[in-house]
């Protein structure tokens, strides 16, 4: 599969797809990036290894009509599958219907826990701490309108400490993260699942 990465920072998460895919983990490949963010380091990222990253700005467009543009980038490099890897613009309709059950997101604890508008970065650790919970850990999920929810690919556990702080944890799930998306990618280009409802069954 030709994968389209969106993305607003760092881009660890692309960084770990495109390690799998060089390590022959992964089939697929990034064949283009796009950042909603000029100063994304994930964009430097994606140039260091030779692949088309562009910065799109959102100024003066609808949310339909940048997902239009996007739209346009992925076609001309026939893009498969998109990967949301830390990318924190909300998608319109048009996207997603242009990549019904093609389009895959990695949220940095176990939804529907500590989901939806408002959490992401260290609000959702923040919360996760502030709620008391002994574990978090990860989600890769089927992106659909509502924010944060959709068929469950993959989730990896992680104990929360008595000494954590928001920082210390994202630290300690950031690797299972990169692991999650790694095999949500590599179940779906072997095809080896159906969706029924908000359950992805392994075939
Ligand atoms: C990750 O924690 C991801 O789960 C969240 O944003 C962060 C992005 O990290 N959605 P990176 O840019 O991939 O390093």
Known sequence: MNIGVLVSGRGTNLQAIIDASKDGKIKSRVVVVISNKRDAYALLRAEKEGIPAFFLSSKNKTPEEYDKEIIGIFENYKVDLVVLAGYLKILSGVLIEKYKDRIINIHPALLPSFG???????????AVLDAGCRVSGCTVHFVRLEIDKGPIIVQKCVEVLDNDTPETLAERILPHEHQALVEAIKIIEEGRYKIEGMRVKRI
């Open 116 to 126: 939806g508008k408002g959490f992401y970065g260290e609000n959702v650790h923040r």
